[in-house]
């Protein structure tokens, strides 16, 4: 969990917060639609994760398994970095002792077992430095966009912590396979672009200025979906992704099926035929 510095710049959408009873300081939420933009907001910190944006990402997607109104989200970072790690000017926190440290590691960690949680998908959008947590943050999305000058690591592993930090010994061999899961999380060695695109860490590689337009016509496919159909579909992966037991997958893929049938597949089917979007909203 450290900060890196690399030079980058990021264009933010312009779009107007939503109203929220609960004020945010360190995370900025934006309405489009079914969709919510999700904007780290510590962009002289890089942001980096302190103790108030991670109670901030907490309540956040601690809420979104309760809101039908929200689809997807997509995830990024304003300024010249998606998330540069844990803020060192508050490490002081995990130090005071094992059980206030131990705490607050898993509050952390509850951060992206949210993320993975919610139903609704996670597009994260990556620029300059996504290390540490923010390496951790990355892998806890669904589907990851980076710029050319994104770069990753697993830094808790430069600064006397372990390796396993936030999911990450979960997440990234199953990105990336054991082998080169195992040579990054024994160094810390960097990962440009480039090579997350090849290894598989990330979708694809776009510039920066068209991040956001990528995850939009990606989020529009998604939306395609039945609102029901969507939702179980990343809870299908995510079981399938957990265990080995092809009969408990089965079993799980026919009872979304079932759930879908009578709700979303007549008008589905109709709109297929007839060549136009669903309207998913008049089946329900």
Known sequence: MTQAISTASQSAQATQPIDSAKPWHCIQVTRDGDVEWLSLSRPDNFNALNLALTQELYDYFGSLPDRQDVRVVVMRGLGRHFCAGYDLEDVDQLTVSLDQGLRLQRQLSAVVLRMRRCPQ???????????GGGFALALGCDVRFAAPNARMNVAMAKIGLTGCDMGISYFLPRAVGPAIAAELMYTG???NAERALRIGLVNDVVPEDKLAETAKELVQ????MSPVGLRLTKDGLAMAQETSNLATVMALEDRGQAMCFEAFMKEGVAAFREKRAPNYGASR
Do not use: H, S, Y
């Open 121 to 131: 998908p996670i597009v994260g959008l990556l620029q300059g430095a996504a290390c």
């Open 221 to 224: 496919e998604m939306l395609a």
């Open 189 to 191: 060695r960097f990962v």
